[in-house]
């Protein structure tokens, strides 16, 4: 299976900025067959795609209220995916996932694999 593991969450101020990984634990696989994305969810709530990112890079994926604020990127080499976080604001707050999936067009379609989640922290 692929694993997953992801790190870089914490607490900050609002206006603060995070950057989370994702790593892909060493396996045969190849992490650049996959469409890669992010997850949220808070107390609460349902569960929220944050961003998506195919496998190329190409079509990227972005929630309404995260634009302009967050990031996503991947680097398939070091088989890790990324969420740059500017501009942190409290309704950010929640347990973020990374999660993949075999590529499909425009990374349509059920996740099959995830992380254990990270923890972000927001406060006013």
């Known amino acids: 299976q692929v694993q997953l593991v992801e790190s870089g969450g914490g607490s900050v101020q609002a206006g603060g900025s995070l950057r989370l990984s994702c790593a892909a634990a060493?396996?045969?696989?190849?992490?650049?067959?996959?469409?890669m994305g992010w997850f949220r969810q808070a107390p609460g709530n349902e569960r929220e795609r944050v961003a998506t990112?195919?496998?190329?890079?190409?079509?990227?994926y972005y929630v309404d209220s995260v634009k302009g604020r967050f990031s996503v990127s991947r680097d398939n080499a070091k088989r890790t995916l990324y969420l740059q976080m500017d501009n942190l604001k409290p309704e950010d707050t929640a347990l973020y996932y990374c999660a993949a999936r075999p590529y499909s067009e425009f990374c349509s379609g059920a996740y099959n694999y995830w992380g254990q989640g990270t923890q972000v922290t927001v406060s006013s």
């Open positions: 990112i195919s496998p190329s890079g190409r079509y990227i």
């Open positions: 060493p396996s045969g696989s190849t992490v650049s067959n996959y469409c």
